[in-house]
């Protein structure tokens, strides 16, 4: 036979371990989450449970084949438990290894007997295949809330390997693979196990590519927004706005007016609460391609694209009306601030720095017509 069934067995075991070792490694410098731990303990298990299978009528049979094959089911279901830890959607963990009980019992009490090799297979694939089938879902997920490319390579690995366990569960149905000595089965079976060893390796190396690129994207969100508010800082800002080209846009410049008198009464704590309520107000009124960012200060820069300046103009008195009304239910204040806003609107053409300059225009003539109004920039290139 090409392919020694056994020996490829053994060659799964020493790669789970290593995989294993490596990520309990990562996970015991502290720079991660909790996910390389359980992703590591899962690689362990499932190189044990490989182990003792190739260890079949070497040592007893209840160690060799009921032990391997429960230590590798629950090396599976804690795989998805892994993804899932990452995916911060975290399962209680006394259902967790109650349902890799529950699962395992089958293992021991139904297919026990030493003859059902193609029962017993048929089983344990079908519950990695399930398991492969959750952990792609749940990478699946991740692809569509983060947009980690790395994330969908996962997934492609994951259904590749469910449809391997898949067919190994067709063919142990129809007695194809099996019979009273698996490691004398077909080489079909020999070359899903050695496929078996580069989609481990394959997997993991994804898993780390995916966890790179998580952390890759968080500290550029971490570089490109402001930590009190969530909104863009100016080097984000600066970003977006080299992307805008000529496109229409609406510039709003948002001051909160007696922000000093408020800090000055009620603290620094009571004023970061009220910038993080006023981005709270914005947000909930803007449309979700609309951008704010934080100037400095108690001012904020809102740029709403397509907008004509009479819609521009209606979202600021909105985001006005609504943060003023929030703040008047706050009875701890005894400094309630209010917002003066700027107006400007391109519909073609004309560099940001300019339109930023007539929304600030707009913006000091709110204040010295008052405070807590609208006010737009009127150049008559600008109009709609």
Known sequence: MLL????????????????????????????????????????????????????????????????????????????????????????????????????????????????????????????????????????????????????????????????????????????????????????????MAVSAVAFIMLRSMAMVLMAAERSRNQLTELAHHDPLTGALNRGGLAQHASALGSQPISLLIMDIDHFKQLNDRHGHAAGDEILRLFARVSRGIMRPQDLLARQGGDEFLAVLKNLSREDAMAIAERIRLEFAAVVMQRPDLAVFPTLSIGVATRISGGDFESLMHKADEALYRSKREGRNRVEASWDNQQAA
């Not at 084949?65 to 090396?75: K, P, S, Y």
């Open 4 to 191: 020694d069934l056994r020996t490829i067995y053994f060659i799964v075991a020493v790669s789970c371990f290593v995989l294993g070792i490596l990520q309990l490694a990562a996970y015991a410098t502290g720079r991660s989450d909790r996910w390389p731990l359980w992703w590591g303990l899962s690689n362990l298990l499932i190189g044990i449970g490989s182990f003792l299978v190739a260890l079949r009528n070497s040592v007893p049979y209840a160690v060799s084949i009921d032990g391997g094959n429960v230590v590798t089911i629950a090396g599976y279901m804690l795989m998805f438990f892994a993804m899932r830890v990452f995916s911060g959607r975290v399962l209680e963990q006394r259902f967790f290894w109650l349902a890799i009980l529950l699962v395992s019992v089958p293992v021991i009490l139904i297919v026990s007997d030493p003859t059902a090799v193609s029962a017993r297979l048929l089983y344990v694939s079908v519950i990695c295949c399930l398991c492969d089938l959750a952990v792609a879902r749940e990478a699946f997920s991740i692809v569509r809330r983060e947009r980690l490319y790395s994330a969908a390579l996962l997934v492609a690995l994951y259904i590749c390997t469910a449809m391997i366990f898949a067919a190994r569960s067709i063919l142990a149905a129809t007695g194809e693979i099996g019979g009273p000595d698996p490691f004398g089965g077909s080489v079909i079976h020999s070359w």
